[in-house]
């Protein structure tokens, strides 16, 4: 199973990105979804997470009222629409996916798959 994720760039502060991540291959039935980012000279965080079958969500205190995880499971999809955005949010972001359970899960030591990242830039 692969993870690609797309939909980075960059935009200024206030503005909004769509980030997009597509699994592909033999996927399980039931997995939870979730996006982490690692900024320059920081560890990666947590940023939201999402169930497989009731799509509970997960997030961050930095990002919550301002970024959304949504899923579309007959794409095995997962998308972080992300809001008002602020010069903090720079960062490369990744997806990752829990085979084990269906999630959502905060730590990353719960996530079996990463995708390559894609980078976010936020400028003030």
């Known amino acids: 199973v692969q993870l690609q994720a797309f939909g980075g760039g960059s935009v200024q502060a206030g503005g909004s990105l769509r980030l997009s991540c597509a699994a592909s291959?033999?996927?399980?039935?039931?997995?939870?979804m979730g996006w982490f980012r690692q900024a320059p000279d920081k560890e990666r965080e947590f940023v939201a997470a999402?169930?497989?079958?009731?799509?509970?969500?997960r997030y961050a205190d930095s990002v919550k009222g301002r970024f959304t995880i949504s899923r579309d499971n007959a794409k095995n999809t997962v998308y972080l629409q992300m809001n008002s955005l602020k010069p903090e949010d720079t960062a490369v972001y990744y997806c990752?996916?829990?085979?084990?359970?269906?999630?959502?899960?905060?730590?990353?030591?719960?996530?079996?798959?990463w995708g390559q990242g894609t980078q976010v830039t936020v400028s003030s």
């Open positions: 990752a996916a829990d085979f084990s359970s269906g999630g959502p899960f905060v730590r990353a030591g719960y996530y079996d798959r």
């Open positions: 291959g033999r996927t399980p039935s039931n997995y939870g």
């Open positions: 999402i169930s497989w079958s009731n799509g509970m969500t």
